[in-house]
């Protein structure tokens, strides 16, 4: 079953059409941009959010970046696995990536080796979860369950991820 963060925080009604940019510090392919149009395109479908690329950095909603151990929110990341990304909870809206990890993307190994890969697209999905408001889940099936094995790809949203964000939305 979801759950939500303490206080069931979310993004307020006036503000339902998102923006989100990609840091400056990181120029990104167009297929990581790819992945997360194709990441937020999933919850708009299934709630009365839109999701759209902004060129502004500091004026978006969402902010995504990859980054490499201490990098100052105070949840430095680990190297390889371990901790593969984090969201905070509405409406702080960052998304940050551990650069560390060998991502798997559409397909092909960022850093070329297939050893502790993990999808990017999955751990997207799951990450947007968060910045929307949603919890953990009890559901295996769910996008929000707390654990994925490496190299797997779970990108569709379950029942159980739909009944939690249209709980919020
Ligand atoms: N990162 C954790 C996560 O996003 C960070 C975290 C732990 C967290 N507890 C939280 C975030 C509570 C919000 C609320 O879950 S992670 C997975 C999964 C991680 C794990 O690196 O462990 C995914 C990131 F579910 F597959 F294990 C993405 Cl998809
Ligand atoms: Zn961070
Ligand atoms: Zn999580």
Redesign the pocket.
């Known amino acids: 079953h979801y759950s939500f963060?303490p206080n069931r925080p979310r993004w307020p009604r006036q503000r339902s059409q998102l923006t989100y940019a990609y840091s400056p510090d990181n120029p990104l392919s167009d297929a990581v941009r790819g992945v997360f149009s194709r990441s937020f395109e999933r919850w708009s479908e299934v709630t009365p959010l839109t999701f759209s690329e902004t060129t502004s950095y500091s004026r978006a909603d969402i902010r995504i970046g990859f980054y490499i151990g201490d990098h100052g929110d105070g949840e430095p990341f680990d190297g390889v696995l371990?901790?593969?990304?984090?969201?905070f909870a509405p409406t702080v809206g960052r998304l940050h990536l551990?650069g560390d990890e060998n991502w798997i993307i559409d397909g092909d190994f960022l850093n070329s080796s297939p050893y502790s890969a993990v999808d990017l697209e999955?751990?997207a999905v799951?990450?947007i979860g968060?910045l929307l408001g949603l919890?953990?889940s009890s559901v295996e099936e769910a996008i929000m369950?707390?654990?994925?094995s490496s190299g797997t790809r779970?990108v569709e949203l379950s029942n159980d991820d739909i009944m939690g964000v249209q709980e919020l939305y």
């Open positions: 963060f371990g901790t593969l990304a984090h969201a551990d999955s751990v799951h990450e968060h919890g953990h369950y707390p654990t994925i779970r």
